[in-house]
């Protein structure tokens, strides 16, 4: 009795940056039964559910120095490998499609030993220790950046760029008081060291503001500032939903460089200034905006050798140099894959079809 859809796992947890690109995929993939593997109380948690059924189990990364935690993490992956194996079998899947972080080894592990294709998509310019250790495991690993492929010397890689919301490939209106002709500068900090960047910005806003400029500045949920600067064209948020838009509309970026972050400035043509988390895993923020820099696309500044009157000026400066922010978006623009989620889901069901019809028996 054959099944009625091809079934495909996916292993997605934690960020925006894992989760986002893998529901892009997935939307794609409308004639696949999809059902999706996460960790307890992520964003998956949240996001999942409404359109695929989530599988729960519990696993962690390798942080730190070997030591006991150390064990326990390797006790607790081979456990993940034997329950995702078994789900794999019993829900009789034909694929596994990961998109990096812990998640992805006992997935990928389970699907290798079951003979499975298995796909991994990397979106940051230095894969992480996971992907690096995992995609020789792998039928095919996509990358986000060229640049990834020289860290891979073992896996069959291949460039498709990073799949993105839908939201960021058509023009999205905004609900913000922009006044038309005012200059827009976003400001994006992110969740996880933004105290710093923050207050660096607060210190620039007066001359920006001067300027005739207008200030989009996500602070973050935890990151609020408790002194308030009053001013109509300096909108401060903890969130914002609609950053397609937002992006769509702004002349600069100054933001962390995450990879998620920098693959929607790279769809929505937005020149940046970049200032890399200074403590993310390997230092990879800077590997990310590097790419970015080296296009002249973005700006790159150590957050570490930066003040807020050099960041001021160099702010200044760019918003009074129209062709250079031009020149910045066009190079920024070029290193986008408008299409990469169609390509990335093109990828896998090639790969699948051709697997599922290699174990079809010969007619007699």
Request: hydrophobic share 45%.
């Amino acid at each position: 009795m054959s099944k009625a859809a091809t079934k495909l796992l996916i292993a997605a947890s934690g960020t925006g940056g894992h989760v986002f690109p893998a529901i892009a995929v997935a939307q794609k993939l409308t004639s696949y039964d999809i059902e999706w593997l996460g960790v307890p109380d992520r964003l998956e948690s949240k996001l999942v559910p409404k359109e695929y059924p989530l599988h729960i189990i519990k696993v962690g990364g390798f942080q730190g120095k070997p030591g006991l935690g150390t064990v326990k993490t390797i006790a607790g992956l081979i456990k993940g490998i034997f329950t995702v194996r078994k789900l794999l079998k019993q829900g009789q899947f034909d694929a596994v499609f990961s998109t990096g972080g812990y998640i992805s080894a006992p997935a990928i592990l389970a699907g290798y030993s079951l003979g499975l294709p298995v796909f991994l998509h990397e979106s940051n310019a230095l894969p992480g220790k996971v992907t690096r250790w995992m995609s020789p495991f792998c039928t095919k690993v996509a990358v986000g950046f060229v640049e990834t492929i020289k860290y891979l010397p073992r896996a069959r890689t291949i460039y498709l760029g990073t799949p993105c919301r839908e939201q960021f490939l058509s023009p999205q209106p905004l609900d913000l008081p922009i006044p038309e002709q005012s200059s827009l500068i976003v400001v994006v900090g992110g969740s996880q060291g933004a105290v710093a960047l923050n207050q660096m910005i607060r210190e620039c806003v007066g001359a920006w503001l001067a300027a005739g400029a207008t200030i989009v500045h996500i602070v973050g949920g935890a990151n609020e500032p408790t002194e308030k600067i009053e001013h109509p064209q300096y909108i401060v948020l903890p969130f914002y939903d609609n950053m397609a838009g937002l992006f769509q509309r702004a002349d600069l970026a100054i933001s962390r460089a995450g990879a998620a972050t920098l693959n929607e400035l790279m769809i929505t043509r937005t020149p940046s200034i970049l200032i890399p988390y200074p403590y993310a895993a390997e230092d990879h923020q800077y590997y990310n905006a590097n790419v970015l820099a080296a296009a002249n696309g973005a700006l790159l500044f150590r957050q570490e050798s930066l003040t807020a009157q050099f960041l001021e000026t160099e702010v200044l400066n760019l918003l009074e140099n129209s062709q250079r922010l031009k020149t910045m978006a066009s190079n920024t623009s070029s290193l986008g894959v408008i299409n990469s989620a169609d390509l990335l889901a093109d990828l896998i069901g090639q790969s699948v079809s051709a697997k599922l019809a290699s174990q079809q028996p010969a007619i007699q």
